[in-house]
């Protein structure tokens, strides 16, 4: 697989870069398909009191109409008493539906804000750009979009008006007020059916600039490297530091045999030196541990050193498979331990 191809998920750093640049995945969609449902809901659940206010108004517009003698004044006057009393009505619910559209956005994009996306670009005004934009994928989607809902909210209103065109055609025979009331329901039952559709649309484009977004932010293989190597450190140097501790631990660990009392062996797999004071401490410490060859080297520093070598394979290897290099040794091995001990010392004509 070529270098050159965005097949490497997106590592944090790369998406907070995108996130600082203002590129992140947003659906206006949604925004605008929850914005518009919601206001339809809060307008449906207030109808009754809007009955009452809006016949007030008209009361108050036709009231003030007879009342007096009509001038620019009194008409001024009339109009800014129905606008205040119309204002009380629309203002909560105009602020309800904002409220809602910024929750949306935030819960899509998180609190966020990009100088970058607003820095003037000369490419932003670059008529080849203009005109290459025009004609991208995004356009064409975007396209696609009004056309998939012009076709749907038309359908949706061609068989909506066919449902209730019976019921139309009779409203002549009905009353002022049951008309007034027959088309604010309709156009309520409508407007919740076509919220229905936009929020469906608006969820489809969500997942798709979801998509386009994670595919966009992409790295390649070269990327991440490059990436590693600034926030890591190059991985040569990297494997060049670790081989170095290991290095200066080594020779940390070959410095304590001297110090040791034993090493137990497997006798060729490994090798354990142990240590112990009964003055300073609780149990017997592992100093160093080794297998294979750093077995041999630890059974040569020993040699050097005249540090006794006990073959006892099983405590060996329990040894170097429980106790890391500078812990004591656990209570389940004391005995077993305190018998190599006891061992050396007797060969050495110690007292303990």
Same mark, same amino acid.
């Not at 870069?17 to 339809?40: C, D, K, N, P, T």
């Not at 804000?113 to 008529?127: D, L, V």
């Not at 750009?129 to 696609?144: P, Y």
């Not at 040569?300 to 005249?306: G, I, T, V």
């Given at each position: ?5 965005r097949t490497e998920q ?130 064409l989607i975007d396209i ?64 798709? !600039? *979801?998509?386009?977004?994670? @595919?966009?932010? =992409? $790295?390649?293989? /070269?990327?991440? &490297?490059?990436?590693?190597?600034? #926030? ?10 670790? !081989? *170095?501790?290991?290095?200066? @631990?080594?020779? =940390? $660990?070959?410095? /304590?045999?001297? &110090?040791?009392?034993?090493?137990? #062996? ?16 609780? @149990? ?69």
């Amino acid at each position: 697989m070529p270098d050159g191809e965005r097949t490497e998920q997106a590592t944090p750093r790369r998406r907070e870069e995108a996130r600082r640049r203002g590129q992140i995945a947003i659906s206006h969609e949604l925004i605008s398909g929850l914005g518009f449902i919601s206001g339809v809901m809060i307008i449906a659940s207030l109808i009754p009191m809007m009955y009452h206010q809006l016949s007030l108004i008209l009361i108050t517009f036709i009231g003030g109409m007879h009342r007096s003698e009509i001038t620019v004044q009194n008409l001024r006057d009339i109009v800014m008493d129905v606008g205040y009393k119309l204002s009380l009505i629309l203002l909560p619910i105009f602020g309800i539906i904002f409220v809602v559209i910024l929750l949306v956005g935030f819960v899509q994009t998180g609190f966020l804000f990009s100088s970058e996306a607003i820095t003037p670009k000369i490419s932003r005004i670059n008529p080849f750009m203009g005109i290459r934009r025009i004609f991208s994928k995004r356009a064409l989607i975007d396209i696609l979009k009004a056309i998939m809902k012009l076709i749907l909210l038309g359908y949706l209103g061609y068989s909506f008006i066919g449902n209730i065109s019976t019921s139309i055609f009779s409203l002549w025979k009905t009353s002022l007020s049951n008309t007034f009331r027959f088309t604010i329901d309709n156009i309520i039952r409508f407007s919740q059916q076509a919220g229905i559709v936009l929020l469906a649309i608006g969820v489809l484009d969500y997942m798709l !600039q *979801r998509r386009e977004f994670e @595919a966009s932010i =992409r $790295m390649t293989r /070269e990327e991440l &490297k490059e990436e590693l190597k600034e #926030t890591e450190g190059d991985p040569l140097i990297r494997s060049r530091i670790k !081989q *170095r501790q290991r290095e200066l @631990a080594t020779r =940390r $660990m070959m410095q /304590e045999i001297k &110090k040791a009392d034993v090493v137990i #062996t497997n006798p060729v797999e490994y090798a354990v030196a142990l240590r112990y004071d009964i003055k300073t401490m609780n @149990a017997p410490i592992v100093v160093a541990k080794g297998a294979r060859l750093m077995a041999e080297r630890i059974k040569n520093e020993a040699r050097r050193w005249n540090i006794p070598i006990v073959v006892n394979p099983p405590l060996a290897q329990m040894l170097y498979k429980l106790v890391e290099v500078g812990e004591e040794i656990p209570p389940k091995l004391y005995q077993a331990v305190a018998e190599v001990l006891a061992y050396v010392y007797r060969k050495r004509g110690k007292v303990v």
